[in-house]
Structures are given as C-alpha cells and as structure tokens.
C-alpha cells in the first residue's frame, strides 16, 4: 500500500511538473522557428535548429548594452539591500524598544500595498526630489535613481526575513562572548553575525535577483533612454500595435531567463533552508 501511494505521488508530481515547464518548452521550441512554421504548429520541434533569429533579436533589442545595464542594476540593487537589510534586522531584532518594534511593524505593512498603488506618486515624488536639488540627483532614466526606488520597494521583505532569522538562530550569548573578546559593534556585526545569516542571505539574494533581473512595470515607468534600457524593456520592441514578432519575442525571453535560471540552479539547495530559518521561527 506504502509502495502504491508512493508510485502514485511520483506520477504526479511528474505530471505537475511537466505542466509547470512546458511555457518553457513553448518558448524554446519556438524560437528556432520561423513565423510561418511556428503558426502552422507551435508545439512542435523547428525542421531546422537555427541561431539567426537570437542573433536577430540581441541586435534588434541591443542585447549587450541591455545585458550590461540589467546586470548593474541587479548586482548592485542585490548587493546594497543584503548589506542594509542585515544591518537593519539584527539592530531591530537586538533594540527592545517601542520605536524598534513601530519601525519593524512599519516595513512589514509595507509588504501589504501593492505596487499599483503608488506607481503615479512614485513618479510624482521621483520629479520632485529632482526638482529640489536642481538636477543634481536625477531620479528618471538612470539606473541610480531605479537602484534608490528598488531598495525602498526591497526593504520590507528583506528586513523581514533576516529579522526571524536573528532572533531564531543567533544566540544571544555568542554576541556577549565576541563582545567579551573585545569586538566593537562594527566588528560584532562584520565578523559574528554576517557570516551566521548566510542562509538567509542566500535565500533572499535569490528571491531580490529573480525580482529585480525580471521586472518590467517599474523600469519601464522610470527608463526613457534606449542607452539605460535593461533586457525587459528591450524585449518589448517585437510586441507592435498591430503585428508580433513572436520568433524573435521567444528568442529574446529565452535570453533574458537564461541567466536567472543558471544563477538558480547554482544556488538552490540554499533557499529551503534559508526561508524556513528567516521566516517561520521568531
């Protein structure tokens, strides 16, 4: 009987998964195909495997300065809300005040609104620091600015998790023995507490490099300039008003999902364990 369910459970977690996936073989099959025989029958495999139409779709859509530009904004996007996040949690976990736990209780409810709801006084707000500094900080069409807002926008979650993490995996104790060894506060953080939030720092690198190499709604409402364009927003030259280009729009999917698919598989077997560890305990 213990055999049977087993057998039945893997069947369908295969079924499930083989549905899960094949979007994915979708857009692969068909980005060898040519209009024509992609619109005669779209789930088959192409005649002729072919590159021509990735090259077409990396030049058309400028693929290595787009390339360049999602990998700047996601590498140090990524990097700053680690180092901010950490910092942030472990003073809040450690700080029992009430100001500690208003701020704390603050950034979670930021997690609750959705994004939509605040894209148009995002932009006002945007135009207005620009405008009171002169010019100096140009918060539209640099990848600054877009660095700025997704810090904001990835501070709630990421404060979140390390926070449980905090109080659900680091001891107390070890803080009060390497400050006994004699480590100041940036030393405590930088050499015992750091290293420690590996899983959840991990996870959440994770999690912050799928969002961010992936998103399209706010790049496109902050990023004018075809030179600031990241690999999203050049994918959206093959959807015109009236026709598509669907062979290049699948080449150019495939190029932008490539990457994040690789740094997944790299770093998998670290996200399990780093979210049950961040944001259940605490």
Known sequence: MHKTRKTISSVLLVIASLVWLFPI???????????????????ALPKHFSLSYYLDAMQRMDFLNAFKNSLILTVVSVGLLIILCTMAAWMLARSKG??????YAVLILTMLIPFQTLMMPLMQ??????????????????????IFMYLGFGAGMGIFLCYGFVIGSIPKSLEEA????????????WHIVFPTMKPV?????????????????????????????????GTQMFFGQYTIEWNLA?????????????????????????????????
Do not use: H
């Not at 390497?178 to 953080?189: M, R, V």
């Not at 969002?211 to 790049?219: F, K, R, S, T």
């Open 201 to 233: 720092i991990i996870t959440l690198t994770i999690l912050d490099v799928i969002w961010i190499w992936n998103d399209y709604l706010l790049p496109s409402l902050t990023l004018k300039t075809a030179s600031n364009m990241t690999i999203p927003i």
């Open 98 to 103: 009430k100001l500690s736990a208003i701020i």
């Open 178 to 189: 390497a400050t006994i060894d004699g480590c100041n506060t940036w030393q405590l953080f």
């Open 125 to 146: 707000e945007m135009n207005s620091i620009t405008k009171l500094t002169d010019g100096i900080l140009t918060m539209k069409d640099t990848l600054g600015g877009l």
């Open 250 to 282: 699948m080449a150019a999917l495939m190029l932008t999902i490539i990457p994040v698919i690789i740094f997944y598989l790299c770093a998998q077997k670290y996200i399990v364990k780093g979210v049950a560890a961040g944001a259940v305990k605490g």
């Open 25 to 43: 073989y979708i857009i692969l099959t068909n980005s060898f195909k040519s209009r024509e025989e992609m619109y005669a029958n779209a789930i």
